[in-house]
């Protein structure tokens, strides 16, 4: 991007001059690039989504003159069946970022700071920024996990990413519980985008509060990051909410290859538990071969992994990784600049990772 000078920016809003925007991992165009950055799954969709896409097309390409449904109820469906709850317990959105900023809008514009995990989602201090809400951070424990007790003070709400990322640590649904017995007042949001690898879901728990919301995506376990679908499980109160926020940005947020394609993925269990159960399975794998050379790793229940090499500064690691054309999430930051992120591939791509940091380190 060319920079733009004070001159130029005078033609801005004031608060947009200020904003620190969110960094999306790399998507480089690189041949036989190994892209373990941005924890996509390594496999495709059920091929049904595909079918489902074609077949939106296939049935009168005049569909695309006409907008989407704007409640995208075939989606909501769908989804309420795979989850076991109502259709009026959800709330669906492009992609769950989008979901998350109209949460942020919908429930955290407070009195009281919002609070969160000094490691996390660095899209909270995001929208926490632009949404103009008020955040108090708390620090994790040396082992990298929640601390529950401090999520016992005054608060105009709470979210905590479950399993954590970049940590991959998960927070067992009795600390959960825990949280929202402390905190009956104020909206407990859990940002579950990697939940479907091992950890327990507090779906189940919607019923009991009436303030927690669950927010969840395709982007990972669905592999349809492309695709661009998330959504969020509520009481129905909470949902309207969304719907409000939603209604007053962007009344159309899913397409109808988005509709169709995501219903074709959440009909298909089996795919999709298969799938789920073979990253597990290799992350298991590459854990093992990883500490045999050394790594330290952190306890993981997501689709990638926290690494630190005592004997190699991480940047470098990272940066010798890049030049033999594979890519992992480095962080320069505080805690956490001694850590890689490395995302779950295929068996096959793991032990190419593997094998080069052995040729690294050799
Ligand atoms: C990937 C991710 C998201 C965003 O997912 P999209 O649905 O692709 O927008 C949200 N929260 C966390 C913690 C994530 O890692």
Redesign the pocket.
């Given at each position: 991007m060319s920079t733009i000078t004070t001159q130029q920016m005078r033609f801005w809003s004031p608060a947009v001059r200020e904003l620190e925007p969110y960094t999306p991992g790399e998507q480089p165009k690189i041949q036989n690039l190994l892209k373990l950055n941005?924890?996509e799954n390594p496999y495709p969709p059920s091929p049904k989504v595909v079918e489902a896409v074609q077949a939106v097309l296939e049935n009168s390409a005049d569909v695309l003159r006409l907008y989407p449904d704007p409640d995208a109820s075939a989606l909501k469906q769908a989804i309420a069946a795979q989850q076991n709850v109502d259709v009026s317990n959800i709330f669906v959105g492009?992609?769950?970022?989008?979901?998350?900023a109209h949460i942020f809008k919908a429930f955290f514009v407070q009195e009281q700071p919002l609070l969160y995990p000094d490691i996390?989602?660095s899209?909270y201090p995001v929208y926490s920024q632009f949404f103009g809400v008020k955040t108090k951070v708390l620090p994790l424990n040396d082992a990298f996990e929640i601390v529950v007790d401090d999520y016992k003070q005054a608060n105009g709400g709470i979210i905590i990413?479950n399993p954590?990322?970049p940590t991959s640590i998960a927070l067992g649904l009795s600390a959960i519980e825990e949280v929202m017995q402390a905190n009956p007042d104020s909206v407990v949001v859990i940002?579950e985008?990697?939940v479907d690898f091992g950890a327990e879901s507090a779906v189940n728990l919607v019923e009991k509060y009436e303030n927690l919301v669950v927010?969840q995506?395709?982007?990972?376990s669905r592999s349809l990051?492309g695709l661009?679908?998330?959504f969020a499980i509520a009481q129905p109160h909470l949902i309207a909410a969304l719907e409000a926020v939603k209604n007053s940005f962007n009344s159309y947020p899913m397409d109808r290859f988005a509709i169709a394609a995501a219903v074709a993925s959440f009909e298909d269990q089996t795919y999709f538990e298969a799938q789920c159960q073979k990253v597990i399975d290799s992350r298991e794998k590459v854990v093992t071969d990883l500490e045999a050379i050394g790594f330290k790793i952190l306890p993981s229940k997501a689709n990638f992994i926290f690494a630190s090499l005592l004997s190699k500064d991480a940047a470098e690691l990272a940066a010798e990784l890049r030049e033999r054309g594979i890519i992992v999430r480095y962080f320069n930051k505080p805690r956490i600049n001694q850590y890689l992120r490395i995302t779950i591939g295929t068996d096959e791509q793991n032990q190419r990772l593997v094998d080069t940091l052995n040729e690294i380190l050799a």
């Open positions: 941005t924890n492009n992609g769950s970022d989008e979901v998350l996390t989602y899209f990413t954590n990322a940002d985008a990697y927010c995506t395709t982007s990972k990051a661009r679908v998330g």
